[in-house]
């Protein structure tokens, strides 16, 4: 179960987005009692870079042990 303010991670890319399956950020908003989620994806210095609207089926709750992994979006 995801709710909002948790952390999730992308299962797939967001082409139009510029992100990537692994990618981490947090539900925002929930849709249709979890059907859909607003998630915010935020730079590791604090900028906001993207808010999407995600189908559940395309993320999931981080799991516990997990670690996060930095890369560059692209465009920015």
């Known amino acids: 179960m995801i709710d909002e303010h948790d952390r ?3 299962t797939g890319d967001i082409a139009h987005a510029s992100l990537k399956a692994g990618d981490i950020g947090t ?6 009692q979890g059907k859909a989620f607003e ?10 870079l993207a ?3 995600v189908e ?3 993320l999931r709750p981080v799991g516990k042990g997990e670690i ?3 890369r560059r979006l ?3």
Not at 27 to 32: D, G, K, N, R
Not at 39 to 48: H, S
Request: charged share 10%.
């Open 27 to 32: 539900a925002v908003h929930v849709y249709s």
């Open 68 to 70: 996060a992994n930095a």
């Open 39 to 48: 998630v915010e994806f935020v730079a590791l210095d604090g900028e906001t």
């Open 8 to 10: 999730v991670v992308l």
């Open 74 to 76: 692209a465009g920015v």
């Open 56 to 58: 559940a089926s395309q």
């Open 51 to 53: 808010v999407v609207t």
